[in-house]
């Protein structure tokens, strides 16, 4: 038997709202788990109570060390800290013997010796006949030998209904004779599921469990089990599942669905959580929300019943909203730590100062870190620059002339400044008798190569004064 002594931190005043997330480590951190990590730590936060984290890994094959790094990695990236120590449920596997023997002491659970045959034979019966698994020795039938091997199974109710009076779903209910004899051990004396989930729960003081709604079903198998040891079982809100921008479940054809992808794609973790958020929870208005600012607004029961579907425009649009507001050091950073992956070689000191001019102007106009590296490309080229076709086509022997003259103009220009360089471009097009759009394109052309650049005036300025004039050199 484990000792009750862990859990004390968790044994809260009665009225404390404690709220758990708890992946099984079989696999990365979707964003479906995400979501419903951060709906239960939003709930927690707006009640004042407290949020923890389980590990599911009683599935010994298929849970792995790489798993749980993950699921903890794509938590940490989306600053989703949990309360108090993470909990791991096989180490807790005593304690839930513990609870099964308990239940037998007290008649709401038994031993049962069905072979394996016969509870197949069992299960196939009470199928067919519409009803739920009942074993003979629910009540007090001897064993066959005794040593024979035996489960534990759940005494299920016969009578009445087993009420889920669900946060979100509203009231759901089953009959009581349509819940099985539920084994809580097996035998080899290894917790199931079921019974884990249900002991863990109480003894963490969970108050309310939010997760998707493909565990509706199991409220009303676990339900009994709270009820057969005497405890209250916690308030249950099951989330509707995100779908693809098809209508259809998630799957690889939807493309990334591991927390991790949407990182190396260039999100940010805060455009993340504030776009998740927005799936399936409606707090009335349109405002792009910090999970901080959604912490006050945050109730269940404005959580929809329908499946959310992903948007990809709308993601992206959430992230230029946090790209433009994002610390200019901080994506500095980021997007320096992404060039230097996607070319395999460090940024030089010079490159580095290019980057720093030119996040404050460039981060308004991308929608992620790839999109941002793309924008900022004009200003770590090196010259002489590699025109592409359709910049080399406005190259013309006319406008290379006019190019020099404009040089001329440029130079002489005190300040070095956007507004000023703007002003000087439309003061040289009226001298040279043309419109703007005549010079635009090829000094453009020459400054880039034909990439991507904002306004003229910004390019030049963040080009800097030496660059640029070289770059226009270079083409005349």
């Known amino acids: 038997m484990l000792p009750r002594a862990r859990f004390e931190p968790f044994v809260l005043p009665a009225m404390s709202v404690v709220t758990r997330f708890a992946p099984s480590p079989t696999g990365y951190l979707h964003i479906g788990g995400a979501r419903t990590a951060l709906f239960n730590w939003l709930f927690a936060k707006k009640m004042g109570g407290t949020f923890l984290l389980r590990i599911e890994d009683t599935d010994r094959a298929r849970s792995t060390p790489e798993a749980i790094e993950a699921i903890l990695d794509g938590l940490n990236w989306l600053d989703l800290q949990h309360d108090g120590e993470i909990v791991y449920q096989f180490t807790r596997a005593p304690r839930h013997r513990e609870a099964a023997e308990a239940m037998i002491e007290r008649g709401t659970a038994f031993r049962c010796y069905m072979t394996t045959e016969e509870a197949d034979a069992a299960r196939a019966q009470s199928h067919a006949e519409g009803r739920a698994i009942r074993s003979p020795y629910r009540d007090g039938k001897a064993p066959p030998a005794p040593d024979a091997p035996f489960v534990v199974r759940l005494k299920a109710p016969d009578d009445g209904d087993v009420l889920n009076a669900d946060l979100i779903q ?10 099985d004899d539920l084994v809580l051990l097996r035998a080899d004396g290894n917790p199931t599921y079921m019974l884990s989930v249900v002991v863990d729960d109480h003894d963490m003081g969970v108050t309310h469990v939010i997760r998707g709604d493909d565990h509706l079903t199991n409220a ?3 339900i009994p089990i709270f009820q057969a040891m005497g405890w209250s079982p916690p308030l249950f809100a099951h989330v509707p599942l995100i779908h693809g921008e098809d209508g259809k479940k998630l799957s690889k054809r939807h493309g990334a669905q591991a ?6 794609m260039g999100y940010l973790p805060e455009a993340m959580n504030g776009y998740l958020m927005r799936l399936g929870w409606s707090p009335g208005h349109d405002d792009i929300l910090t999970k901080e600012e959604a912490i006050p607004q945050f109730e269940i029961s404005q959580i929809g019943k329908a499946p959310s579907r992903l948007d990809f425009k709308k993601l992206d649009s959430v992230n230029a909203h946090f790209l433009a507001l994002a610390d200019d050091t901080r994506l500095t950073r980021l997007l320096s730590e992404h060039l230097e992956t996607r070319n395999g070689a460090a940024l030089s000191d010079d490159a580095q100062a290019a980057l720093a001019r030119a996040i404050p102007v460039l981060k308004k106009r991308a929608k992620n870190i790839p999109d941002l590296a793309n924008q900022a490309q004009f200003v770590l080229a090196k010259r002489p620059l590699a025109l592409d076709e359709a910049a080399k086509s406005l190259m013309k022997d006319d406008f290379k002339q006019r190019l020099g003259r404009l040089r001329a103009k440029l130079a002489a220009e ?10 000087a471009l439309k003061a040289f097009a009226t001298d040279e008798g043309v419109g703007l759009g005549q010079i635009g394109p090829g000094l453009r052309a020459a400054l880039t190569g034909g990439t991507p650049a904002p306004d003229l005036g910004q390019a030049l300025e963040l080009l800097g004064r030496d660059e640029a004039l070289a770059r226009i050199a270079d083409q005349t």
């Open 170 to 179: 509203g009231d759901v209910r089953i009959k009581a004779a349509d819940i």
């Open 220 to 222: 009303a198998r676990q």
């Open 259 to 264: 927390v991790h992808e949407w990182r190396d």
């Open 414 to 423: 005190p300040a070095w400044e956007h507004a000023a360089l703007a002003s």
